[in-house]
T-cell receptor, first 111, second 111 residues
Framework: SQKIEQNSEALNIQEGKTATLTCNYT??????LQWYRQDPGRGPVFLLL?????KEKRKERLKVTFDTTLKQSLFHITASQPADSATYLC??????????FGGGTRLMVKP | NAGVTQTPKFRVLKTGQSMTLLCAQD?????MYWYRQDPGMGLRLIHY???????AKGEVPDGYNVSRLKKQNFLLGLESAAPSQTSVYFC??????????FGPGTRLTVL
């Protein structure tokens, strides 16, 4: 069966360091992968989309990689700030504009 | 633009009661979705719609019904609520850009 795995344990890092979150998947051949941010009590907010033919994508302090051989995406936040503390969700296209989400990883950035 | 709005924000039901959750979007999006989010389970797709007058089942459709009579509205109904339906419900919509826009969520408790 199709499966998306994100580290369910919280990631704690110091302000200014680079945070790296992992999304692994099995039994998928997604055309694209997305990352969302979710703050407590709020809906997810779209951050980045990377397509299967793209190795890397950047947006300000964010960087996403997509390795279709390893079936893995890495999400990096450079120069992290306490305001980056949130839960980050990865999502893969299932078919026809539908997404399947991972369980999310909570990031805590300490000042 | 208000984006995606959901009503109500909170609701408490007794087992067996019925209710309807309303989702509205003002972005002229064709696709709309209903998800539920439970601790440790991530977002799971309940039902979705690819256009006005169309609906389809997602991953966890049992116990729910939906209607899309107008393009901007997507209704989620619970005919006979059960404690297992206690969850946070999110509506989302998308146009041609693949990224989904989420509402603020409805927190439902079934006693």
């Amino acid at each position: 069966s199709q499966k998306i795995e994100q580290n369910s344990e919280a990631l704690n890092i110091q302000e200014g360091k680079t945070a790296t979150l992992t999304c692994n998947y099995t039994n998928y051949s997604p055309a694209y992968l997305q990352w969302y941010r979710q703050d407590p009590g709020r809906g997810p907010v779209f951050l980045l989309l990377i397509r299967e033919n793209e190795k890397e994508k950047r947006k300000e302090r964010l960087k996403v990689t997509f390795d279709t051989t390893l079936k893995q995406s890495l999400f990096h936040i450079t120069a992290s700030q306490p305001a980056d503390s949130a839960t980050y969700l990865c999502a893969l296209d299932a078919a026809g504009n539908m997404l399947t989400f991972g369980g999310g990883t909570r990031l805590m950035v300490k000042p | 633009n208000a984006g995606v709005t959901q009503t109500p924000k909170f609701r408490v039901l007794k087992t067996g009661q019925s209710m309807t959750l309303l989702c509205a979007q003002d972005m002229n999006h064709e696709y709309m979705y209903w998800y539920r989010q439970d601790p440790g389970m991530g977002l799971r797709l309940i039902h979705y719609s690819v256009g006005e007058g169309t609906t389809a089942k997602g991953e966890v459709p049992d116990g729910y019904n939906v209607s899309r009579l107008k393009k901007q509205n997507f209704l989620l109904g619970l005919e006979s609520a059960a404690p297992s339906q206690t969850s946070v419900y999110f509506c989302a919509s998308t146009g041609s850009g693949n990224e989904q826009f989420f509402g603020p969520g409805t927190r439902l408790t079934v006693l």
